[in-house]
């Protein structure tokens, strides 16, 4: 392996992952839903009783943006909005029935995924692997 393109094939090998993950997701849950909507319900299955202010922090996109994709994602039935008791204009993002079903999907896919990775690797490589990418993510933040 070549040092110098070491940080760059580290890259390239998580985009390539992080890709083969969605399909792999997405096949297995069979959702239609967008880029977006597949990241904004994970967000809200993270982060519960977020408001659409936080998420839209979070994903790093205007407000009216996460407004449009909360409005399609009501529509369908895969959250809800609920009012703050004490502040009337305030409210955050609940999970609604195909909200909840999507969860569930999500966790037997990860449930699965687990097991793929128990079975092909050991404790110690997962333990040193998962210590790597939490460090990788520091140094990112950084930037």
Same mark, same amino acid.
């Given at each position: 392996?070549?040092?110098?393109? =070491?940080? &760059?094939?580290? /890259?390239? !090998? ?6 083969? @993950?969605?399909?792999? *997701? ?28 936080? =998420?839209? &922090?979070?994903? /790093?996109? !205007? ?6 994709? @909360?409005?399609?994602? *009501? ?69």
């Amino acid at each position: 392996m070549d040092n110098e393109n =070491l940080p &760059e094939q580290i /890259n390239q !090998t998580l985009e390539e992952l992080w890709i083969l @993950l969605e399909k792999k *997701e997405r096949a297995y849950t069979n959702f239609n839903l967008n880029n977006q909507q597949y990241t904004l319900l994970t967000l809200i299955i993270r982060h519960p009783s977020s408001t659409p202010t936080e =998420l839209a &922090e979070k994903m /790093n996109i !205007t407000k009216s943006a996460i407004s449009q994709q @909360l409005v399609r994602l *009501e529509t369908e039935g895969y959250i809800y909005r609920k009012q703050h008791p004490e502040d009337k204009r305030a409210f955050s993002v609940e999970l609604g029935e195909k909200g909840l079903l999507y969860k569930s999907e999500m966790e037997r896919f990860m449930q699965q995924i687990s097991e793929k990775y128990y079975a092909s690797l050991s404790f110690e490589e997962l333990t040193n692997f998962l210590s790597a990418l939490q460090k990788l993510t520091l140094v990112i933040d950084e930037l």
